[in-house]
């Protein structure tokens, strides 16, 4: 009865389309199975995102490419990195379900990564004005923030103020941290 009882719920999720929010298998089966449109990505506001909304048109402002699978939130699974103009995210494949991640509410500027011994670490970088830097350098492990670094720079007037971590500092400090986590 039981057994029955199971197929008959598992039929009727498959007819009202919510069975299409799990996936069984391993992350670049999740992965495929978005960019086929058969399963969407899960924001913390509890939206979806699904392959078919993303534009892949590069002569569009708005557009997405495809990148690379890489363990960016160091817990041992790839992530698939979706890139864009003005930033992008990864998608990430827990419990059966693909999440967006890191769902940060206000990313600032282009999102890239980086491996510094043997560890991934996420980037924000605004540095397109020119009187201002800004970078936000955060590793995880899983979903947990294991760190997060900001360092900024502001120029006015004759006047260069460098900041980690919203506490004032000096050139040296500030370049050593982008050196280091930026590679700049």
């Given at each position: 009865?039981?057994?029955i009882f199971g197929i008959l719920v598992l039929f009727s999720l498959?007819?009202?389309?919510?069975?299409?929010?799990?996936?069984?298998?391993?992350?670049?089966s999740c992965f495929e199975d978005f960019f086929n449109n058969k399963i969407s990505a899960h924001r913390s506001d509890g939206t979806e995102l699904w392959n078919k909304d993303l534009i892949y048109d590069?002569?569009?402002?708005?557009?997405?490419?495809?990148?690379?699978?890489?363990?960016?939130?160091?817990?041992?699974?790839?992530?698939?990195?979706?890139?864009?103009?003005?930033?992008?995210?990864f998608l990430d494949c827990r419990n059966n379900q693909l999440y967006i991640w890191p769902d940060i509410a206000d990313p600032v500027g282009d999102m890239t990564y980086r491996q510094i011994e043997d560890e991934?670490?996420?980037?924000?970088?605004?540095?397109?004005?020119?009187n201002r830097e800004y970078y936000r350098i955060i590793k995880y492990k899983g979903t947990e923030t294991i760190e997060d670094i900001e360092i900024k720079k502001f120029e006015e007037e004759n006047k260069i103020e460098y900041y980690i971590n919203s506490e004032?500092?000096?050139?040296?400090?500030?370049?050593?941290?982008?050196?280091?986590?930026?590679g700049e």
């Open positions: 009865m039981k057994k498959f007819l009202c389309g919510c069975a299409n929010e799990k996936t069984n298998g391993s992350p670049e590069d002569n569009d402002l708005n557009y997405f490419r495809i990148g690379e699978q890489v363990d960016v939130d160091n817990d041992g699974e790839k992530e698939q990195l979706i890139d864009g103009l003005g930033g992008g995210f991934y670490w996420i980037i924000y970088k605004d540095a397109l004005h020119s004032l500092s000096t050139e040296e400090a500030f370049l050593n941290i982008k050196m280091k986590y930026i």
